[in-house]
């Protein structure tokens, strides 16, 4: 009958597809809900602390807010004909860079010193990234600490700024001294950092003669070691060492960092080489893991992490680590370099003094940004 709506008839093939996309859909959902419900989880294990607050009667006053300069235009000159590091321009995030602070901190929790400080530096321009360590013993200006009443800022050993005001002091603290703002950080605290590398499954290192002295024998895994024990724990330097020939060795989480923590035998240049190494092997190791083993992973090292970031900000950055396993690494830079400082001693405690602190500025900049 004319107008008569008659049911309509699907081919064969028309419906296997049908079948098969509702399959495809299906499958697609449960790995989004999947994929749901695991970063749900592991942003609930990252400590998410923002910028700390200070009681303003504490005997460090953090002056003005951090700045905002974000990608304004420098010009060389500002360079030359600044009558000092004040004068030099402050950089932060500028298209094509964005600047993260690594940090290592010195105890159980995170309010010690920051025994370790890196500068990641991702650069989409040249895809590359790049790790700069700022030597924990360099002498600066920290800003508005006044211990001895003089109306200037005291100057102390880098590290101590973090102990004294975590990282929005330590963010000042490069800002009035090596002229980068940079927001963002993240923090994990040396008594984390086996757990991550366990997770990864070890590290394979080279170490040479001397260096084997100062990493524990296989089968010690405590900070501190039991009296009375008679394994691999317990020597005179606190543990019984590797023996055997120098050589690359396969690490458990407590050697790597050990190793990375290496201070007596050589500088505070050779350990912060160590540190950079061992954060290289780590990105290799991710690398080359399968996504299940990633997530397995990321349960065990986030509820180590320590940041200010937001969760849609650290989901963004973790977003895009893929993009990043394809850039090359950089680990040839630390702050200040060879022939930029000069030995010194202050209130008892040695240290490095900046020869000139103008060039070591141009330096970095050009370094991260050139």
Same mark, same amino acid.
């Given at each position: 009958?004319?107008?008569?709506?008659?049911?309509?008839?699907?081919?064969?093939?028309?419906?296997?597809?049908?079948?098969?996309?509702?399959?495809?859909?299906?499958?697609?959902?449960?790995?989004?809900?999947?994929?749901?419900?695991?970063?749900?989880?592991?942003?609930?294990?990252?400590?998410?602390?923002?910028?700390?607050?200070?009681?303003?009667?504490?005997?460090?006053?953090?002056?003005?807010?951090?700045?905002?300069?974000?990608?304004?235009?420098?010009?060389?000159?500002?360079?030359?004909?600044?009558?000092?590091?004040?004068?030099?321009?402050?950089?932060?995030?500028?298209?094509?860079?964005?600047?993260?602070?690594?940090?290592?901190?010195?105890?159980?929790?995170?309010?010690?010193?920051?025994?370790?400080?890196?500068?990641?530096?991702?650069?989409?321009?040249?895809?590359?990234?790049?790790?700069?360590?700022?030597?924990?013993?360099?002498?600066?200006?920290?800003?508005?600490?006044?211990?001895?009443?003089?109306?200037?800022?005291?100057?102390?050993?880098?590290?101590? !700024?973090?102990? &004294?005001?975590?990282?929005?002091? =330590?963010?000042?603290?490069?800002? %009035?001294?090596?002229? /980068? #703002?940079? @927001?963002?950080?993240?923090?994990?605290?040396?008594?984390?950092?086996?757990?991550?590398?366990?997770?990864?499954?070890?590290?394979?290192?080279?170490?040479?003669?001397?260096?084997?002295?100062?990493?524990?024998?296989?089968?010690?895994?405590?900070?501190?070691?039991?009296?009375?024990?008679?394994?691999?724990?317990?020597?005179?330097?606190?543990?019984?060492?590797?023996?055997?020939? !120098?050589?690359? &060795?396969?690490?458990?989480?407590? =050697?790597?960092?050990?190793?990375? %923590?290496?201070?007596? /035998? #050589?500088? @505070?240049?050779?350990?912060?080489?160590?540190?950079?190494?061992?954060?290289?092997?780590?990105?290799?190791?991710?690398?080359?893991?399968?996504?299940?083993?990633?997530?397995?992973?990321?349960?065990?090292?986030?509820?180590?992490?320590?940041?200010?970031?937001?969760?849609?900000?650290?989901?963004?950055?973790?977003?895009?680590?893929?993009?990043?396993?394809?850039?090359?690494?950089?680990?040839?830079?630390?702050?200040?370099?060879?022939?930029?400082?000069?030995?010194?001693?202050?209130?008892?405690?040695?240290?490095?003094?900046?020869?000139?602190?103008?060039?070591?500025?141009?330096?970095?900049?050009?370094?991260?940004?050139?």
């Amino acid at each position: 009958m004319k107008g008569t709506l008659k049911p309509h008839r699907y081919s064969k093939k028309t419906r296997i597809f049908t079948i098969v996309g509702s399959s495809v859909m299906a499958v697609l959902g449960v790995l989004c809900l999947t994929v749901a419900i695991v970063l749900t989880t592991m942003l609930g294990r990252i400590g998410f602390q923002g910028d700390t607050e200070y009681d303003p009667n504490a005997d460090v006053d953090f002056g003005d807010e951090d700045s905002d300069i974000q990608g304004e235009p420098v010009n060389p000159d500002d360079y030359d004909y600044a009558a000092d590091v004040l004068e030099l321009p402050v950089r932060g995030n500028e298209k094509g860079v964005r600047n993260i602070l690594l940090l290592g901190i010195d105890g159980t929790s995170y309010s010690g010193r920051s025994d370790t400080t890196m500068i990641l530096s991702i650069n989409d321009n040249t895809k590359t990234i790049k790790l700069v360590s700022i030597l924990r013993d360099t002498f600066v200006n920290i800003p508005g600490r006044d211990k001895d009443g003089d109306g200037k800022d005291d100057i102390g050993k880098f590290n101590a !700024a973090y102990a &004294y005001g975590r990282h929005t002091l =330590q963010n000042k603290t490069i800002e %009035r001294n090596f002229r /980068l #703002d940079i @927001d963002d950080y993240i923090g994990v605290n040396f008594s984390s950092l086996p757990k991550v590398i366990d997770a990864l499954g070890g590290l394979d290192i080279y170490l040479t003669q001397k260096e084997m002295t100062q990493i524990p024998g296989y089968g010690c895994n405590v900070e501190i070691p039991i009296p009375g024990r008679t394994d691999d724990c317990g020597g005179a330097n606190g543990f019984f060492s590797l023996k055997g020939e !120098a050589g690359t &060795y396969h690490l458990n989480g407590f =050697q790597a960092m050990q190793y990375a %923590r290496i201070r007596k /035998l #050589d500088s @505070d240049f050779k350990r912060t080489q160590r540190q950079q190494k061992v954060i290289e092997l780590i990105m290799n190791k991710a690398k080359s893991m399968s996504y299940s083993q990633l997530v397995a992973v990321l349960y065990k090292a986030l509820d180590c992490v320590d940041t200010n970031m937001s969760s849609d900000e650290f989901l963004s950055f973790a977003a895009s680590a893929v993009t990043y396993f394809g850039y090359e690494l950089k680990r040839d830079y630390s702050v200040p370099k060879a022939g930029e400082y000069k030995g010194a001693t202050i209130n008892g405690g040695a240290g490095l003094m900046l020869t000139d602190p103008k060039t070591v500025v141009k330096n970095l900049h050009q370094y991260l940004y050139g």
